[in-house]
């Protein structure tokens, strides 16, 4: 069934050195083609990224009437129609290994006078859908889903929307923006409270496309009814991809690596502020503003990383990062802990259990929780076989490890890479990281 799916061989290196820039945010590209389709007038994105999640959202668009073309590499041009002109799909919207797309296209799509049906791969089948289609349904939306609140959710048009005050009780940028979609098409107010700050990209982006939006510490609010003008767009490069460099540069003694253009949005940047705790040599350079998003160049250099107790209110500013933060607790010296992090179960695929599960096979010492894990850092690491469970940010993960393996890391089932940071191989070769692609062991279970 994955025989289609690659191993990677992660041979490590020494230093890492050079300029790189990363893949493009893969939340915002997501976001600037969702709201760029419902603005009126054309929207041009610069620095989109291909990868297989952001290019799931924009055939999703297209499959419901937007033009949208492609001019050069990292350039979309998003012909909008209104929040009233998307058009019914012919078949169900395939949304792939992405749960970005289909939690926030929910909520997009609760208001429309079509039906839907939102569909994904196994690993997005897996995951919790019902935490937005529960306060959807508070707004009026009709929604089915498969027994246990999973994929795939069948979506009712023609429903009538009213704004709601939702608390909600994890702390989900993607709910958050489900909700505010949704409240673009509601009668009256939206407001969403989060229990903790989460990526705001959402917010930022409404109102870089004009549409009137209060934010008020935990609060964002949002009257229906409104309209959005289509914008021009940069787009970062995503810190989450250039976490698996800050960590291999932090790793590989003497490096001095520097990362271009990299989205320093505060709601994101607990890695650089857990790395740091950790001992890491990060600089944040050029700081400037690009399409409402704080952006910086990143200089990081070889450091002597230390165990931390990693602060729980930076959990949610780093929650994709942990797969790669796990590395770098391995090789810091002393132990790390994570707690307070059980979001990571239900991601591309359970990341406390699949990570704990290559580092064991490395030799590195380690406990879990259900909410999080203990790592004892500073062992070298022993060359293994291991599996990414299907997940992009692991199988990255373990490449980074290699740097400090005693030998290569084969990685099992490395496909998803390309769904978020299609080129990884490329560019970590160009700084000095050697990871090669065999195909699939179809005979040798993993
Ligand atoms: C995302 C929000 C986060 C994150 C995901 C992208 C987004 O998910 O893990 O990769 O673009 O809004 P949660 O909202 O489930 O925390």
């Not at 994929?151 to 702390?171: D, N």
């Not at 903790?196 to 917010?203: G, L, S, V």
């Amino acid at each position: 069934m994955m025989a289609s799916s690659p191993d990677f061989i992660a041979s490590g290196g020494t230093a890492l050195r050079g300029e790189i820039r990363v893949a493009g945010d893969k939340s915002i590209s997501h976001r600037s083609v969702m709201l760029g389709s419902i603005a009126e007038g054309v929207t041009e994105i610069e620095g989109f990224l291909e990868g297989e999640d952001s290019l799931a959202t924009l055939a999703a668009f297209r499959a419901m009437g937007v033009r949208i073309d492609r001019p050069s590499p990292g350039r979309v041009t998003v012909h909008g129609v209104g929040l009233h002109g998307l058009q019914a799909p012919a078949g169900d919207l395939d949304l792939g290994n992405s749960g970005t797309s289909m939690r926030l296209l929910a909520g997009l799509l609760a208001g429309q006078s079509f039906a839907t049906r939102l569909v994904g791969d196994a690993s997005l089948t897996r995951r919790p859908m019902a935490r937005v289609a529960e306060p959807l349904r508070l707004m009026g939306a009709q929604i089915d889903t498969a027994p246990g609140g999973r994929p795939p959710l069948e979506i009712h048009g023609a429903a009538a929307l009213k704004g709601i005050e939702y608390r909600m009780p994890v702390a989900s940028a993607q709910v958050k923006s489900a909700l505010l979609l949704a409240g673009l098409y509601a009668q009256g107010t939206t407001r969403v409270i989060e229990p903790a700050p989460t990526r705001d990209h959402t917010e930022r982006m409404l109102a870089g496309f004009g549409y009137p939006l209060r934010r008020e510490g935990a609060l964002a609010e949002l009257q229906g009814g409104g309209r959005l003008q289509g914008a021009a767009l940069q787009v970062p490069a995503d810190i989450s991809s250039a976490a698996f460099f800050l960590v291999a540069a932090s790793i590989a003694p003497g490096s001095d690596l520097l990362l271009r253009g990299v989205g320093i949005n505060p709601t994101r940047t607990g890695v650089i502020g857990i790395l740091r705790a950790m001992g890491a040599s990060i600089e944040i350079l050029a700081e400037r503003e690009s399409g409402g998003e704080p952006v910086a160049d990143l200089r990081v250099r070889g450091a002597a990383l230390r165990g931390i107790v990693i602060p729980e209110e930076l959990v949610p500013l780093a929650i994709d990062e942990f797969p790669v933060l796990f590395v770098a607790a391995a090789c810091a010296d002393g132990e790390t802990l994570l707690r307070g992090a059980e979001e990571l179960r239900v991601k591309e695929s359970d990341r406390i259990e699949v990570m704990a599960r290559g580092l064991r096979a490395l030799g590195v010492e380690l406990e879990t929780y259900p909410d999080g894990i203990r790592i004892r850092g500073g062992a070298s690491l022993a060359p293994a076989r291991i599996d990414s469970g299907g997940d992009h940010r692991i199988a990255m993960a373990f490449c980074v490890a290699s740097l400090r393996a005693t030998g290569p890391i084969v990685i099992g089932d490395c496909a998803n890479v390309a769904t978020s940071f299609p080129g990884f191989r490329a560019l970590a070769g160009s700084v000095g990281l050697q990871v090669d692609e065999q195909p699939p062991a179809d005979s040798e279970p993993l």
